[in-house]
């Protein structure tokens, strides 16, 4: 089964998925941010239409390793998420953190070296976050 990756921020929130033997990561979308229950119930359609068994949601901590300002925003993002699928009776699907510390620099890094313009690396960069958030979660299975 599948597996979905969310980078979640304050303006969107970049969502990636494994293939389905959960060896390889690829972006998927980016959802605009609007309000977080209808943000939830997108993130929640995502999970039905591709048949997912774990939603990986980027931690995002500060070097240190303590929780930041976002850190709590995210955790609000994930309990509404369970609670969403809870009353609509998704089922046997795990929410897990991954670590997410740098992943944005590296996704920059990724866009650069493959000579991405400046305006379009702004369209892509939380998909590719969450992609490399996704990849991180993937080896740390192996």
């Known amino acids: 089964m599948r597996k979905i990756a969310l980078d979640v921020g304050d303006k969107t929130v970049g969502v990636a998925l ?5 060896i390889t990561a690829q ?16 993130v929640l359609d995502l999970i039905k239409e591709y048949n997912c ?6 931690l995002p901590l500060k070097l240190s390793g303590e929780d930041s300002i976002q850190t709590e925003k995210v955790r609000e993002f994930r309990n509404m998420l369970e609670n969403k699928m809870r009353s609509t009776g998704v089922k046997n699907v795990q929410v897990v953190w991954q670590d997410e510390r740098l992943s944005t620099v590296e996704a920059e890094n990724v866009l650069i070296e493959a000579d991405v313009s400046r305006k379009k690396r702004k369209a892509v960069i939380d998909k590719q976050a969450a992609t490399i958030i996704m990849e991180r979660y993937l080896a740390s299975m192996k």
């Open 18 to 22: 494994s293939d389905e033997l959960g």
């Open 27 to 42: 972006g998927l979308t980016t959802i605009e941010r609007v309000g977080i229950r209808k943000d939830t119930g997108k």
């Open 53 to 58: 068994d774990t939603v990986v949601i980027g």
